[in-house]
Every structure is written in C-alpha cells, then in structure tokens.
C-alpha cells in the first residue's frame, strides 16, 4: 500500500540531485549518510526521513516537503479510513 505513494519521490530526488550537478555519492556526502541511501530512495525501495528531506531541500533548493513522511503516513490513514467506510457501507 506505502508502494503507491512512494512512486515518484525516487525520481524527484534523483532529477533534483542531477539539476543540482551531484553525483549519488556526492549527495550523500553533504547528507552525512552512506550512498546506498540515495540509492535505495532513488528506486523507491524506502523513504528517506523528513530529516533527509531538510537536507536534500538545503542541499538542492528544491522543496520536497509533499514527501515528508509524516505527510505520507497522514495520506495513508486516511485512505484506511475510507476503504474501512465503503466496506462497511457494502456490507
């Protein structure tokens, strides 16, 4: 279900690091993180924080505050919420 809306942070993260001249690695480094995080952000296998977040809008000039996790979790529950109401309206 998270699947669904992770597409597309990957992408953005990677367009944004790319527009920004910035190699995976080079990211990572003014991150602080190790490369195989952007990497594993890059194909949509997790999210990264709404720390990592801050810093790749700092790092970039890009926002990316639509992505934050909280905002996802938030999206998620209320998808929860309206698929639990129509089945129960169906039922």
Do not use: C, F
């Not at 979790?73 to 639990?84: G, K, M, W, Y």
């Amino acid at each position: 279900m998270a699947r669904d809306i992770r597409i597309g942070i990957g992408a953005e993260i990677r367009r944004v690091r790319r527009a920004a001249g910035l190699t995976q690695a080079a990211l990572a480094g003014r991150l602080g993180i190790h490369p195989n995080s952007v990497t594993t952000w890059e194909h949509d296998a997790a999210m990264p924080s709404d720390e990592a977040l801050r810093g790749i809008q700092k790092v970039t000039g890009v926002w990316l505050g639509a992505y934050k996790r909280s905002a996802v979790e938030s999206l998620l529950a209320e998808r929860a919420e309206r698929r639990q109401a129509t089945e129960g309206a169906t039922t």
